[in-house]
């Protein structure tokens, strides 16, 4: 009877890190608030150049830009160190549980399963979460809340223009739902087809003495299973 293979998600793995990944949560408003008082010295240097004293306007100017410049500085360093920091711990913890599940699968599943996806499942794959944990989910936030506060300054200055700006946005959204999906079934088929080729190497360098010595070299680098590896392609 096979057993029921352990429930994991990001939330979960995340949730014995909350403490430091709230810190990054800081470091993401930091970021997208940086991102959108980025104009703000150019608009002050245009609005105020004639006004008044030109030389107190850029003074102020430079100011602004120069503490603009730290705060988006102090904020990504406190993001990517705390997100590097969570992603070890995450990918640790993971690869500890995957391991324990795989030594507790039952022989009829090895038989089934090949080494080489075993293999990739505790190598590439975890690798991939790490490097969504630390790059792509606080990016993904940080991205989506400079949007929303670029959008309310846009509906602040000008909502009859800023909705001629968000018209064409459902036709986006259309459109990178349709291609993901589309990605998503290509970045299936590359994993199982990455774990060909690990299968065939496991395999032989498991079996290396043998191979040596009924000195079967030449075999094996021109057998069939190498051609086939040589010659696959990715979807």
Partial sequence: ?????????????????WKP?????????????????????????IDNLLKGDALS???MAVMAVAAIAVGAAASTYLQNYLTTTVGQQVMH???????????RLSLAEHDEKRTGDLISRVTSDIQTIQDFVTSALLGILTNTLTLVGIVGVMLYLNWRFTLISL????????????FTRRIKKASRDV?????????IVQE????????????????????????????????
């Fill in 57 to 59: 306007v850029i003074n």
């Fill in 21 to 45: 990944m709230t810190l990054a949560m800081v470091g993401v408003a930091g970021a997208a608030a940086t991102e959108i008082l980025e104009p703000w010295p150019l608009k002050y240097v």
């Fill in 93 to 103: 913890d993971l690869r500890l549980v995957l391991y324990h599940h795989i030594h």
């Fill in 167 to 178: 018209s064409i946005a459902p036709l986006l959204f259309i459109v990178v739902y349709v």
């Fill in 191 to 199: 994993r199982k087809k990455e774990g060909e080729p690990l299968s």
């Fill in 1 to 17: 009877m096979r057993e029921k293979p352990p429930v994991l998600t990001v939330v979960g793995l995340l949730r014995p890190h």
């Fill in 204 to 235: 032989v360098f498991s079996s290396i003495r043998v191979v040596k010595a009924f000195a079967r070299e030449e075999y094996d680098r021109s057998g069939s299973r190498c051609r086939a590896w040589t010659t696959s392609k990715p979807p």
